[in-house]
């Protein structure tokens, strides 16, 4: 079985002299050009410094690429929502926010564990690994957005909107059973009500198009971006057979990222090797799978998922303080410095705490804010993020008296 991501992401960049300082694709591709720090199976050390494999950017998007390396593509479908956009205010004319997409390499679950070092490859990787170096190295750039002052590093923040998709396309290095693309749709059908639990999505509208092949690229762009914005379909995922999952917003997070991807590769094997009989059966409406007490984490234990990805989803609800606050730090310190991005950076760590607890969260934050505790600013900027993060409150004008 094979396994190939696809995630949608946007970058916000601040314009000067009326157009971007950096290619969004072009930016993409720099950040992940950084070495990064993994752990080897194989290195008595375990951490080594890790090139990830990339291909060269292409001048057009069908141009051939190498299977086994990850690529950036142009992608006029990754937009921000229109909170995000209204997020940056009086700044939006000084603002570009485009689409990029970045897919994997072809990653064959049967060579992951195997013993043999994959190509392109100079230490024993596996797929969650190297997943988990790619989104860190993005994840990373958003620590500190860059203001652009040392001539190099343009005022830049790239992020997940909720309007941008993760793909997972899984697929066989020989061929599905016939009947393995019908059993998945009617088992995704049959636990909808379980796969809304672990994508947080309100229903799965549409939930399986097995047959739909979605182009890596939706467009044709040249390697400069302002070029014709006429969307056709070139490069498109090489096998038909493959069955889609897109279900899920775009994350950095690779912790979801893996665990999603462990829910469906394991759908469809489920799905493949099961006896046809009591498969039926179990979709029938007297089948354990329509049993009202068949919840999300039994759903998981069923399809013999790893135990990790059971622990994601029971604890996906848990706060994650720190990350948030590093993120505030952040942006305040964008907003002071009169960066026109610092308002959305605020927005995204709104959008993060309505996974978790948003009203404990916004009063948490909204204290530290008054505080102090994310540095002393003017009132006027404290004020500006208090907005931004949506924890103004109702005693604003006590608190700023």
């Known amino acids: 079985m094979t396994v190939r991501l696809s995630i949608q992401l946007v970058l916000a960049q601040a314009v000067k002299g009326g157009r971007c300082s950096e290619d969004a694709r072009g930016h993409v591709h720099r950040l992940l050009k950084e070495a990064a720090i993994v752990r080897c ?37 990754a937009t921000p929502t229109a909170e995000e956009a209204d997020s940056l205010d009086v700044n939006e004319a000084h603002v570009s926010l485009r689409g990029v997409k970045l897919v ?9 564990n195997s013993s043999e070092i994959l190509p392109n490859r100079a230490h024993d990787i596996d797929m969650n690994t190297e997943i988990g170096a790619v989104l860190q ?27 941008c998709r993760m793909t997972v396309s899984i697929d066989s290095t020989d061929s599905f059973a016939a009947h393995t693309y019908d059993r998945v749709e009617l088992f995704m059908n049959c636990c909808e009500r379980q796969y809304d639990v672990l994508t947080a999505c309100p229903s799965l509208t549409n939930v399986m198009d097995i047959f739909s092949v979605e182009a890596l690229s939706s467009d044709g762009e040249e390697s400069v971006e302002d ?15 493959a069955i889609d999952f897109a279900q899920l917003p775009s994350t950095l997070d690779s912790a979801q990222v893996t665990a999603w991807i462990d829910v469906v590769v394991n759908t469809v094997g489920r799905c493949e090797e099961a006896v046809a009989s009591y498969f039926d059966w179990q979709l029938s409406p007297d089948g354990d799978f329509s049993a009202p007490e068949f919840s999300s984490m039994l759903m998981l234990r069923h399809l ?4 990790t990805t059971v622990d994601h989803f029971q604890s996906r609800l848990a706060a994650r303080p720190i990350e948030l606050d590093e993120a505030v730090a952040s942006a305040m310190n964008a907003i002071f410095n009169d960066n026109p991005l610092g308002t959305l950076a605020l927005h995204v760590v709104k959008t993060t705490a309505a996974d978790t607890d948003p009203d404990t969260v916004r009063y948490r934050i909204k204290m530290k804010l008054l505080s102090g505790g994310y540095g002393m600013h003017p009132r006027e900027y404290t004020r500006k993020a208090l907005v931004a993060v949506g924890a103004e409150g109702v005693q604003d004008h006590e608190e700023f008296a």
């Open 41 to 77: 199976k194989c290195c008595p050390l375990g951490a080594v410094t890790y090139q990830v494999p990339i291909n060269d950017l292409r001048s057009h998007d069908y141009d051939e690429i190498e299977s086994d390396k990850w690529t950036v593509y142009y992608d006029h479908n």
């Open 104 to 112: 994997s390499p072809l990653f064959d679950l049967s060579a992951e």
């Open 137 to 163: 190295l993005l994840q990373d750039s958003q620590k500190t957005i860059s203001d652009g002052s040392d001539g190099k590093a343009p005022s830049s923040f790239l992020y997940a909107s909720p309007n």
């Open 227 to 241: 070029g014709d914005d006429t969307e056709e379909e070139f490069g498109r995922h090489p096998f038909d057979s």
């Open 304 to 307: 013999g998922c790893k135990e």
